[in-house]
């Protein structure tokens, strides 16, 4: 790991105009991805910025009757919330679904949103990677492919993100609270926060490098069934090959979101049209325009079966 300099902040504005001033800045909480990333030098940041003084660490319910969940929760904390074990079980089930309790208990909701690929060229410095090297090259292309994207890809990417509880939030409609280093804030609704590779796959979200994530606010509980069904090779501490984050209501409509299979938690609503028509129609539509290769081909089938499986459980 390489030498760097740290400093606590006493506000969010104060953190973001940190990171700011120092273009090698990062802003640090939980650690729990950025540390790994720092000790095999693809992350080499010489300035950290702690945020874990900054009192971000409240559920609280919303005037609206929604929930706000502030950058700094934890994982562990989150998912054993009564509120949102009752209002927004897909939520508890994914963050339960993710990593180890270990994790779980240092991993804060806004680091959770930040993680970077798990894609194994990303963690290898001796391979072609644009999104560690923007430009060298995409090793991941022609090789080991089994975990990796089959929507939403590019000729320069094909990574996914790794993260559970962001499938969740894009089936909840969650939007994500920031602030700048001028104090302005910024509501970005999480369909238009993670990114889809294109041509440059090193930018994972919408952010400005100094902006900071405050909190990510829900809307109201809408009730019905609510599911989170994760298909990996081991029963824990495994990345999902295929997730599926299900709000299903009585009437059949609600929301899908997949993960495990794009550079974003992947929703299209327009599949949500066709919930009450069956799994099929669902993937059709979620599916479409589809670049497998030959390794993760099955994704495509495994998702459809998922859903379907998801759906069962639903209607009981």
């Known amino acids: 790991?390489?030498?760097?300099?740290?400093?606590?902040?006493?506000?969010?504005?104060?953190?973001?105009?940190?990171?700011?001033?120092?273009?090698?800045?990062?802003?640090?909480?939980?650690?729990?991805?950025?540390?790994?990333?720092?000790?095999?030098?693809i992350e080499t940041p010489s300035h950290l910025v702690d945020v874990n003084g900054l009192g971000l660490d409240k559920v609280e319910k919303t005037s609206h009757g929604g929930l706000r969940i502030g950058a700094l929760v934890r994982n562990t904390d989150l998912a054993a919330d009564d509120t949102v074990r009752r209002d927004y079980g897909v939520l508890s089930r994914a963050l339960l679904s993710g990593a180890s309790g270990q994790l779980r208990n240092k991993a804060t909701t806004a680091g959770n949103l930040m993680q970077r690929t798990r894609c194994p060229y990303f963690y290898d410095p001796a391979q072609a990677c644009n999104k560690r090297s923007p430009g060298s090259g995409c090793s991941a292309i022609g090789g080991f492919s089994r975990q990796l994207g089959v929507v939403g890809v590019s000729e320069a990417c094909i990574a996914t993100h790794p993260s559970d509880m962001a499938v969740a939030m894009r089936a909840l409609d969650a939007v994500v609270e920031t602030v700048k280093p001028d104090g302005q804030k910024r509501s970005i609704p999480i369909a238009d926060f993670h990114r889809l590779p294109g041509d440059k796959p090193h930018i994972d979200t919408t952010l400005a490098r100094?902006?900071?994530?405050?909190?990510?606010?829900?809307?109201?509980?809408?009730?019905?069934?609510?599911?989170?069904?994760?298909?990996?090779?081991?029963?824990?501490?495994?990345?999902?090959?295929?997730?599926?984050?299900?709000?299903?209501?009585?009437?059949?409509?609600?929301?899908?979101?997949?993960?495990?299979?794009?550079?974003?938690?992947?929703?299209?609503?327009?599949?949500?049209?066709?919930?009450?028509?069956?799994?099929?129609?669902?993937?059709?539509?979620?599916?479409?325009?589809?670049?497998?290769?030959?390794?993760?081909?099955?994704?495509?089938?495994?998702?459809?079966?998922?859903?379907?499986?998801?759906?069962?459980?639903?209607?009981?």
């Not at 400093?7 to 790994?36: C, M, P, Y």
């Not at 809408?222 to 984050?245: E, H, M, P």
């Not at 709000?247 to 609503?269: S, Y």
């Open 1 to 41: 790991m390489r030498a760097f300099s740290y400093e606590r902040v006493s506000s969010a504005q104060a953190a973001a105009a940190a990171v700011s001033n120092n273009a090698d800045a990062k802003f640090i909480a939980g650690g729990t991805n950025l540390l790994d990333l720092m000790k095999l030098e």
């Open 210 to 316: 100094d902006e900071l994530i405050t909190g990510v606010v829900l809307p109201p509980p809408v009730g019905g069934r609510q599911i989170y069904r994760k298909v990996r090779d081991r029963a824990s501490y495994a990345f999902a090959l295929v997730s599926v984050a299900a709000i299903i209501q009585p009437d059949g409509k609600g929301a899908i979101a997949v993960g495990g299979v794009a550079h974003k938690p992947w929703r299209d609503e327009a599949a949500d049209e066709e919930i009450s028509k069956g799994s099929r129609d669902v993937n059709a539509i979620l599916m479409a325009g589809a670049h497998p290769t030959d390794q993760n081909q099955f994704k495509i089938e495994l998702v459809q079966r998922t859903i379907a499986a998801v759906l069962a459980e639903a209607r009981g």
